[in-house]
Nanobody, 121 residues
Framework: VQLVESGGGLVQAGDSLRLSCVVS????????MGWFRQAPGKEREFVAA????????DYADAVKGRFTISRDNAKNTVYLQMNSLKPEDTAVYYC???????????????WGQGTQVTVSS
């Protein structure tokens, strides 16, 4: 299974970005999906997750109300819509997949290579 993220870039505070993560294979709907991020000098942290069965979602408090995770099973893709971006959102964003659940501690089966998001003030 391969996960490939895209959509990162350099934006100004208050702008929006949409990250995409395409998952190879024909079993995408079997995976719970999530997004994590890692800022320079900091540990990787949970951002958002979406379950495989009922599309129930979970968000870190820091992004709740600004970010939205969604999935398109027909396109094998999970998205992260990021609105009202802040400089503290600057990080490498990673997509993750798990056959059971994406836990906040990040014990996931598969990871993407990451995409850089930089928010200037």
């Amino acid at each position: 299974v391969q996960l490939v993220e895209s959509g990162g870039g350099l934006v100004q505070a208050g702008d929006s970005l949409r990250l995409s993560c395409v998952v190879s294979g024909r079993t995408f709907r079997r995976y719970a999906m999530g997004w994590f991020r890692q800022a320079p000098g900091k540990e990787r942290e949970f951002v958002a997750a979406i379950r495989r069965s009922d599309d129930n979602t979970d968000y870190a408090d820091a992004v709740k109300g600004r970010f939205t995770i969604s999935r398109d099973n027909a396109k094998n893709t999970v998205y992260l819509q990021m609105n009202s971006l802040k400089p503290e959102d600057t990080a490498v964003y990673y997509c993750a997949a798990d056959l059971t659940v994406v836990s906040r501690i990040g014990r996931c089966d598969y990871w993407g290579q990451g995409t850089q998001v930089t928010v200037s003030s």
